[in-house]
């Protein structure tokens, strides 16, 4: 099961701890809760990634929409902190590039 959490909100960003299994019905609960984010106003969000356990395709798709959207907000969606498998398949999805994915977890640099 996935966990999405609210860890620090600001004007200038939103950050969110997911923990769990970013695949199935968990990547539609990230999804829908960046969804409920940008529909307030959040138009930064950064995803800190580290208790991610693991990721497939649906979850890939989940962070390629949800950048989408916020782009279209002219907002920004960022990625910090993921583990080891998560990374792997972030790059080599060429998702670590285009989400700027960092090794920590910073807030403020998400545009």
Do not use: N
């Not at 307030?40 to 950064?46: E, L, T």
């Not at 989400?99 to 998400?110: D, I, N, W």
């Amino acid at each position: 099961m996935l966990e999405v959490t609210v860890t620090e909100s600001s004007p200038a960003s939103t950050l969110l701890a997911v923990s769990g299994e970013l695949a199935g019905s968990g990547a539609e609960r990230l999804l829908s809760r960046l969804d409920r984010l940008l529909d307030q106003g959040h138009r930064y969000v950064v995803l800190d990634l580290s208790a991610v356990t693991f990721c497939d395709s649906s979850g890939i798709s989940a962070l390629v929409r949800g950048h989408a959207r916020a782009s279209a907000t002219a907002g920004g969606l960022r990625l910090s902190a993921a583990s080891e498998q998560v990374t792997r398949v972030l790059e080599l999805s060429g998702l670590a590039r285009m989400l700027g994915l960092r090794s920590t977890v910073e807030p403020e640099a998400v545009h």
